[in-house]
């Protein structure tokens, strides 16, 4: 069945998102010679964001990606931490080359699907995919609202929300308890803004198991929101509170909500020719609720693999090969990240966190493991 009324396209590689895991994915794929077709429900990608724009310069190097003045907004130092009872934690990154960016994150999502479009990738926007197409019950593309595309690999790069996953038989639906809920506004006006720290406050009266951030995107401009999880209220309640707390003085030029996976990542994210990066297949940092670095670098062996499964005739089998290659780079970080999210949820632990952490602010290569794992790991924010 392909869709009596729908038109027909075919290639080698379908990937379903264009967010960071799609956008890599269908560059790794398009860049190791697959006819790629890229598609999104959005009809502009990157818009609307919902994201606080942190990100680490680490991946982007290893991705070979040199940051652009248009969607490298600020150029961060490190974390400025409070403690629930309000004490002050400096982590200066060093070396420079680890450190943060804030992002533009609808010109940095542009930016990943040029790459790929440059490749030779093809783009399909305002088309939602709305299941996989099957002959003699094998996988052999996807249906959109618009068409029906015919590929040897489909990727799901479809986030948190991701259907691609379940529509081909993996387990990726996850309890309510395991997401945390996020609410941010974009705030000017915010003319006393130390625009060189990302700045991070624990406790469960200002974001009950999670957090609040204010992420500098200029001089007098910031991300200013709240993860929490299993909260009494929504998350909108608790951005707002401590706005009125932090920001008052902001004027809000955007609000987003969404949701983050508190979960491992999954154990396999290959079934037959179907394939799961970033947030679709759990990819989080479970402590910190990023997730950028990780859809990147996973939608890049993805693609990669795909690309080497369609053009050097190898087995189906081969597309296994990308689990040892994403679980190598990100599994043993998430796993760690996914441990150590509850000492968050414990204002007393956090305290007695932060009185050791005191002394060594400024060393962050020998500030106490605990904190490095527990929030920057390789800087993977
Ligand atoms: C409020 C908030 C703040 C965050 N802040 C940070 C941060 O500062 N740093 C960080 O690293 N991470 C952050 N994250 C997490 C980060 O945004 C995600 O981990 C990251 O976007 C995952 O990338 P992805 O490509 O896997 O999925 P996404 O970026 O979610 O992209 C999925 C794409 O698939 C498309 N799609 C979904 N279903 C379909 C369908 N059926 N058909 C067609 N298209 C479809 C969507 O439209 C979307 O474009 C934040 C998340 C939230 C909610």
């Known amino acids: 069945m392909t ?3 729908l038109r027909e396209e075919t290639c080698d590689v379908v990937v379903v998102g264009t967010g960071p895991g799609g956008g890599m994915a269908s560059f790794g794929a398009a860049a190791g010679g697959a006819k790629t077709i890229v598609i999104d429900k959005k009809s502009v990608v990157g818009a609307p964001v919902r994201c606080a724009e942190g990100l680490g310069l680490l991946t982007l190097g290893e991705l070979g990606i040199e ?10 130092r490190g974390f400025r931490l409070f403690s629930p009872s309000g004490r002050k934690l400096d982590l200066a990154i060093r ?28 783009l399909r926007l305002e088309e939602p995919a709305t299941g996989l197409l099957r002959e003699d019950g094998k996988v052999v593309g996807i249906r959109t609202t618009k068409r029906a595309i015919r590929a040897k690999v489909i990727i799901g790069a479809d ?9 081909a038989g993996l387990h990726t639906a996850l309890k309510l308890r395991d997401h945390a809920a996020c609410a941010q506004y974009t705030l000017d ?3 006393d803004l130390d625009h060189e720290w990302l700045e991070v406050r624990f406790g469960q009266r200002i974001a009950p198991r999670g957090y609040a951030w204010v992420f500098p995107k200029g001089a007098s401009s910031a991300n200013v929101g709240v993860m929490v999880s299993n909260a009494e209220h929504p998350a909108k309640h608790y951005a707002d509170s401590f706005i009125a707390e932090r920001t008052p003085q902001g004027r809000p030029t955007n609000f987003t909500v969404g949701c983050i996976p508190l ?10 020719n179907v394939m799961l990066v ?11 609720g990023g997730g950028i670095p990780n859809a990147m670098m996973t939608g890049f062996l993805a693609g990669k693999v795909a690309a080497e499964y369609v053009t050097k005739g190898l087995p189906l089998s081969h597309l296994k090969t990308y689990n040892p290659l994403w679980q190598e780079r990100v599994k043993g970080i998430l796993e760690d990240k996914y441990r150590s999210k509850e000492i968050m949820w414990d204002d007393q632990r956090l305290e007695r966190a932060f009185r050791k952490a005191r002394p060594l602010q400024y060393l962050l290569p020998i500030a106490p493991r605990y904190f490095i794992k527990m929030l920057i790991r390789e800087t993977n924010f």
């Not at 940051?67 to 961060?76: E, F, G, H, S």
């Not at 979960?263 to 037959?272: G, N, S, Y």
């Open 67 to 76: 940051p652009q003045r248009n969607w490298a907004l600020a150029d961060i």
């Open 159 to 167: 986030g948190i929300e991701s259907r691609v996953g379940t529509w």
């Open 95 to 122: 070396p420079k080359d680890l450190r943060l960016i804030v992002l533009d994150r609808v010109a940095f999502e542009q930016h990943l699907i040029d790459r790929a479009l440059k490749e030779g990738a093809k």
């Open 278 to 288: 970033g947030d679709a297949a759990h990819m989080v940092n479970s402590a910190t």
């Open 263 to 272: 979960v491992k990542p999954m154990a396999d994210a290959v079934i037959e």
């Open 3 to 5: 869709g009596e009324s």
């Open 189 to 191: 006006g915010l003319d």
